[in-house]
């Protein structure tokens, strides 16, 4: 029953900014670690950004400076906020969760986005 839902992908010139989403939903007892990855086409998916749930955040190298993880646990939703978009940042984006199900019988499990394709060209 629990899935993650993205959006916000798009097509953007390069130096724009792009916003994504991920929304948790279903019989959630708690969300915990949260994440997005990317695979551009060619190379290996990569961890781009990660946020804990007392909002510790990290971020893949080529990244920092420009990209901002961020949640609202109110939603169970995390976002990306993207800026100054370079053509190396074209991929599909996956979110990540680590997520409790509303369950007896269930321990914490590992769910993904279906992804969203982001574009960063002129």
């Known amino acids: 029953q629990v899935q993650l839902v993205e959006s916000g992908g798009g097509l953007v010139q390069p130096g724009g900014s792009l916003r994504l989403s991920c929304a948790a939903s279903?019989?959630?007892?708690?969300?915990?670690?949260m994440g997005w990855y990317r695979q551009a086409p060619g190379k290996q998916r990569e961890l781009v950004a990660t946020i804990t749930s007392g909002d510790n955040t990290d971020y893949v190298d080529d990244v920092k400076g420009r990209f901002t993880i961020s949640r609202d646990n109110a939603k169970n939703t995390v976002y990306l906020q993207m800026t100054s978009l370079e053509p190396e940042d074209t991929a599909v984006y996956y979110c990540n969760a680590h997520i409790k199900p509303f369950s007896w019988f269930l321990g914490e499990q590992n769910y993904w986005g279906q992804g969203t394709q982001v574009t960063v060209s002129s």
């Open positions: 279903g019989s959630i007892f708690s969300v915990n670690a």
